[in-house]
């Protein structure tokens, strides 16, 4: 008898022990804040802003890109829409990713944040061409406070239908950071040298 029809064998003799599944796995409560989402992002290298209301955002993401030297500013086609006018300029989707390779400052809008870890996803829907957020130096990402959940789960359940159709929804927590060479850690290797994620205020209910 070979090795293969030794473990069959094995396999056919203990095949009657079926076990009922589980269920669907829920995960323990964690903390679903603002806060919790801001203290995993720094420890992951990132910065939260804010909350801020959504009237201020453009002047925050202003702010922010004042005196970040020579380079372009570009906003992705939803971040630019939430934002209006600035000192940057909407995205083209269609454009040629090679010509990204002066860009300074790339702005952007989440589909959701994650307080577990300071993730945030981008949708491929969202950020074209996808390698804006790797060849920019400094990412800033919009993300609306009602679209933080506590954990990925969470986060998995609140994507949009078809979300996962995309092979570039992308997670991303804090700038790009390696440790592989000699263990040491080092930032900017392969994305932005820096992160900011921007919350904004979910707008006050109507009358």
Same mark, same amino acid.
């Given at each position: ?6 473990? &069959? ?7 009657? %022990?079926? /076990? ?12 679903? =804040? ?14 939260? &802003? +804010? ?34 006018? +600035? ?10 990713? %090679? ?12 589909? %959701? ?9 981008? =949708?491929?829907?969202?950020? /074209? ?10 990412? @800033?990402?919009? &993300?609306?406070?009602?679209? @933080? ?16 159709? %995309? ?5 991303? =927590? ?6 592989? @060479?000699? =263990? ?13 994620? &921007? ?9």
């Amino acid at each position: 008898m070979s090795a293969r029809e030794r473990i &069959l064998g094995r396999v056919r003799a203990h095949a009657g %022990h079926v /076990r009922a599944h589980p269920g669907r796995f829920r995960p323990g409560d964690r903390d679903g =804040s603002v806060g919790a989402f801001g203290r995993a992002l720094q420890a992951a290298g990132g910065e939260l &802003l +804010g909350p801020v209301p959504a009237a201020g955002a453009a002047g925050a993401v202003a702010e922010l890109c004042r005196g970040q030297g020579g380079g372009r500013v570009v906003a992705t086609p939803g971040a630019a829409a939430r934002l209006g006018d +600035g000192p940057w300029r909407r995205l083209d989707p269609a454009g040629a990713p %090679h010509a990204l390779d002066d860009v300074q400052i790339a702005i952007l809008l989440a589909a %959701h944040g994650v307080a577990e870890n300071g993730a945030v996803a981008l =949708s491929g829907d969202e950020v /074209r061409p996808r390698a804006v957020h790797v060849l920019c130096q400094k990412a @800033i990402v919009l &993300l609306d406070v009602e679209r @933080i959940v506590p954990q990925m789960h969470a986060a998995v359940d609140a994507l949009d239908p078809g979300a996962l159709a %995309h092979h570039h929804l992308t997670w991303v =927590s804090g700038p790009s950071k390696t440790a592989d @060479i000699e =263990s040491t850690l080092v930032i900017g290797a392969h994305g932005p040298r820096d992160l900011v994620v &921007l919350a904004i205020e979910a707008p006050a209910p109507g009358p």
